[in-house]
C-alpha cells in the first residue's frame, strides 16, 4: 500500500523558513516523479512543485520561485520542500503526492499524502 | 497559464441524481485532463485521467468526456459517498493548472 505522509508544518513568522518532508512507502520511491500541491484554507488546490524521479530536474509555480526549493533522497524515500522568505499568502496545506509510473513530472497526481499545515503569521 | 474555469461552483443534488460537472480550458490541452474528489479535511483522490480514464477502484458510475477544451464528469447515479468537491486539472502544459472546484452538496 502507498502510504505519503508529510511532517514539518507549523507556525512560521512572515519572512521566516519551514522545511517540510514527506516519507515515502509501499513503492519502489527511485522510480516516480514526486509533487507537492497546496490549498488555501477555503479555496482550490493548487501546484508548488514538481521534481523527476532522479532528482535531476525540479519545476516551481512562479509565485514560490527563488523562495522555495524542492529536493529528494532516493536513499530514504523522502521528498522535501525548503520554504524560506515565507508569507501569509504562503498558508495552506501542503500535499505531497506521487506522479504515475511512465509519466513526466508534468502531470496529474494518482496518491496523495494526508497533507501538513502551514500557517504563516506574525 | 492554461486556466481552467469549472462550472457550476457549487450543486445541489439527491441521491440517486444524474451530476454533470464542466471544465473549460483556456487553450488547447488535448486530453491531458484528471478529475479529483475531495471531502473536508482529506486529501484529494484520483477519479481520472486522460479525460476519461477511471482510476483503479473508482465506481463506474462516475464518467468523463472531452469536447474541444470543454471537459465534463458525470455521476449517473448520485450516491451519498459522493458528496465532496470535484477539481479538474490539466497537465498538458506546465503549470498543471486546477480548476476552482464544484461541491456538491445534499438538496
Known amino acids: ?122 | 497559464d492554461v486556466q481552467m474555469t469549472q462550472s457550476p461552483s457549487t450543486l445541489s443534488a439527491s441521491v440517486g441524481d444524474r451530476v454533470t460537472i464542466s471544465c473549460r480550458a483556456s487553450q488547447s490541452v488535448s486530453d491531458w485532463v484528471a478529475w479529483y474528489q475531495q471531502k473536508p479535511g482529506k486529501a484529494p483522490k484520483l477519479l481520472m485521467s486522460k479525460a476519461s480514464s477511471l482510476a483503479n477502484g473508482v465506481p463506474s458510475r462516475f464518467s468523463g468526456s472531452e469536447s474541444g477544451t470543454e471537459f465534463t464528469l458525470t455521476i449517473s447515479s448520485l450516491q451519498p459517498d459522493d458528496f465532496a468537491t470535484y477539481y479538474c486539472q490539466q497537465y498538458n502544459n506546465y503549470p498543471g493548472t486546477f480548476g476552482q472546484g464544484t461541491k456538491v452538496e445534499i438538496k
Open chain 1, 1 to 122: 500500500e502507498v502510504q505519503l505522509l508529510e511532517s514539518g508544518g507549523g507556525l512560521a513568522q512572515p519572512g521566516g523558513s519551514l522545511r517540510l518532508s514527506c516519507a515515502a512507502s509501499g513503492f519502489t520511491f527511485d522510480r516516480y516523479a514526486m509533487g507537492w500541491v497546496r490549498q488555501a484554507p477555503g479555496k482550490a488546490l493548487s501546484w508548488v512543485s514538481s521534481i523527476t524521479f532522479s532528482g535531476g530536474a525540479a519545476y516551481y509555480a512562479v509565485s514560490v520561485k527563488g523562495r522555495f526549493t524542492i529536493s529528494r533522497d532516493n536513499s530514504q524515500n523522502t521528498l522535501d520542500l525548503q520554504m524560506n522568505s515565507l508569507s501569509v499568502d504562503d498558508t495552506a496545506v501542503y500535499y505531497c503526492a506521487k506522479v504515475p509510473e511512465g509519466y513526466s513530472s508534468s502531470s496529474f497526481f494518482d496518491q496523495w499524502g494526508q497533507g501538513t499545515l502551514v500557517t504563516v503569521s506574525s
